[in-house]
């Protein structure tokens, strides 16, 4: 089992910056693809990015391509994701995901799921 907390989220301007990291229990964080994906008021959670297990491998939603950096510490089980040049459309839940061996853009492809940080970006 592996349990997901995430952080970093909060109220921005748009064009601003935020970096969220999402802190993971266990000892075999590694073996494990991880996830960002967000969920807009009256919206269903979507993707947002993925990377592999060692971190050499990442995809983006084409909305955040450019903009959102993910990136993982296996020596701190932590995941994160820097997000720039925000836009108020950003706005939503964050949330982290721990799924299987290979990356994915589905959230079935992920079992373990953190409980969401706010991130608001004002216009």
């Not at 075999?28 to 990377?51: C, D, H, L, N």
């Not at 089980?77 to 799924?99: H, I, R, W």
């Amino acid at each position: 089992q592996v349990q997901l907390v995430e952080s970093g989220g909060g109220l921005v301007q748009a064009g601003g910056s935020l970096r969220l990291s999402c802190a993971a229990s266990g000892r075999t964080f590694s073996s494990y693809a991880m996830g960002w994906f967000r969920q807009a008021p009256g919206k269903e959670r979507e993707f947002v990015a993925t990377i592999s297990r060692t971190g050499g491998v990442t995809y983006y939603a084409d909305s955040v391509k450019g903009r959102f950096t993910i990136s993982r510490d296996n020596a701190k089980n932590t995941v994160y994701l820097q997000m720039n040049s925000l836009k108020p459309e950003d706005t939503a839940v964050f949330y982290c995901a721990a799924g299987g061996s290979f990356t994915s853009r589905s959230r079935t492809g992920y079992n373990y799921w953190g409980q969401g940080t706010q991130v608001n970006v004002s216009s």
